[in-house]
């Protein structure tokens, strides 16, 4: 081992588990690449302005978890806590929003940074595949949304999981409604840290996990009660969508999440093998935060699913992931010259498309065959000086155990066709 380890809160991803990890990242990407998402990288840091703005200066994660930075420049900056600010920052910045194709539909992977209290399921350099619809006012985008969530999670044989909803209204319902919290909550008998969340996000209380807290909630103000008439109506129609398809969800009238910006639908996918991060997923609607980073209105609706713990719960599960082997060749040569032909036959059939691998390092052929099973490779290819003076190489079926000789120019046809 060396004198350094990962720091705390991150880990790293390794051969074979990493496998698992990127085949997670395509599974959750991939039903949106089919209904109209284009991809979009941005910076893994930020001016901290925008989360501050973006986020929102009364969240944990702008106040607790934000890594921030000033350069030797003297800008501030942060590393990036979350996807949404930076990619409606980056949607602004190229005008994507100005050529009258709205909505917007943007996906994005990468990683992100939280200075948080290390568990399990709670990293601090953790993994995210997000998807934004910027610019429209549909309910039937914010079905969308949670429906490709959905079928993500189900693609990888995920079950165990439910679907939380609600409607955080908008700024005609909302204000009224705070004030009613207010005054509920200040009644209660609570500890000086969320008597001031009281002030600066009261929806926030609600969610508080703690059960002498949430005894003391039953009775609190509901958003549900309080919705204007547009808000009703627009969650009762994403209702309405997602039973149409069948998509079962749990109204959850105390569901808030932890961003300033959301606004009418919000979701969270849960998975009950988890423990208390129990999270995988969740979004929502954000009509007004193009406004509060300096952009025209534009209604939007995203997500972000935490791959990390999209890997721990297929664990809970029980589920494997059928993974190939990353080798479906793997050349043994014996000796200096077989070392050279292979060589370029391994080259060959690499530029053929075949995924091979050669016994580096001239070892044993013992430990060289003891390399190609652990590859996985269902044939091997063997060589040495008499098989290179009569031109063929021995091709070895690792299932069946069937060894033959092949002529060096047929190798690559006969390999192709015989993987298919
Ligand atoms: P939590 O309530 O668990 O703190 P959150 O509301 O802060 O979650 P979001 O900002 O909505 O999380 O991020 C979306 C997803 O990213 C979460 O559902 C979770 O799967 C994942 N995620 C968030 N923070 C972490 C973290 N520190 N470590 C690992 N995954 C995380
Ligand atoms: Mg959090």
Redesign the pocket.
């Known amino acids: 081992m060396s004198t350094f380890k990962a720091p705390k ?1 991150t880990y790293d991803l390794t051969p074979p588990d990493s496998a698992t990890f990127l085949a997670v990242r395509e599974a959750l990407a991939a039903p949106l690449r089919i209904a109209g998402y284009g991809y979009i990288e941005t910076p893994g840091f930020e001016n901290v302005e925008l989360f501050a703005r973006g986020v929102g200066e009364s969240t ?2 702008v106040t607790k ?1 934000m890594y921030t930075l000033t350069t030797k420049g003297g800008d501030e900056l942060a590393l990036r ?2 996807g949404t600010a930076s990619v409606l920052r980056a949607t602004l910045e190229a005008g994507l929003h100005k050529a009258g194709n709205l909505p917007v539909k943007l996906w994005y992977s990468g990683s ?1 940074y ?1 200075y ?1 209290r ?1 568990q399990k ?8 595949i ?1 998807a934004e619809a910027i610019g429209t006012e549909d309910p039937a985008l914010d079905a969308e949304l949670i429906l490709l969530a959905d079928q993500a999670y189900r693609s990888l044989g995920l079950r165990d999981f439910r679907i939380l909803l609600n409607s955080l209204g908008d700024s005609e319902c909302r204000p009224a409604y705070r004030t009613a919290l207010q005054d509920f909550l200040r009644g209660l008998d609570l500890d000086e840290e969320t008597r001031r969340r009281i002030d600066i996000n009261p929806l926030r209380v609600l ?1 508080d996990k703690r059960p002498d807290v949430q005894k003391q909630l039953v009775d609190a103000p509901l958003l549900r009660d309080h919705l204007c008439d547009a808000c009703r109506a627009y969650h009762a129609e994403v209702r309405a969508l997602l039973t149409a398809q069948g998509v079962a969800f749990e109204d959850d009238a105390k569901l808030v ?3 300033d910006y959301y606004t009418r639908t919000t979701f ?2 849960v998975h009950d093998g988890l423990g208390s ?7 929502g609607r954000y009509d007004g935060l193009s406004e509060m980073i300096g952009g025209p209105a534009l209604p939007s609706v995203g ?8 890997v721990l719960a297929l664990e809970a599960e029980g589920v494997t992931l059928d993974i190939p082997p990353a080798t479906s060749v793997y050349a043994v040569p014996l000796g200096e010259q077989a070392r050279t032909v292979l060589f370029g036959v391994v080259a060959e059939l690499r530029r053929a498309g075949v995924a091979t691998d050669l016994a580096y390092g001239g070892r044993s052929v013992k430990a060289a065959m003891k390399g190609a099973h652990r590859s996985g490779a269902r044939f091997t290819l063997v060589a040495g000086e008499r098989d290179l003076a009569e031109g063929v190489v021995q091709l070895k079926d690792m299932e069946s155990g069937a060894q033959e000789p092949v002529a060096l120019a047929a190798v690559t046809d006969t390999l192709r066709s015989r993987l298919g």
Not at 122 to 127: D, L, M, Q
Not at 277 to 283: E, K, L, N, R
């Open positions: 809160g944990d994660i978890e806590p979350e992100y939280r948080e290390p399921g709670r990293y601090r350099h953790f993994s995210q997000g969610d999440r932890g961003l969270e996918f991060q129990s999270a995988v997923g969740g979004g997500w972000a699913l935490g791959v990390d713990r999209t």
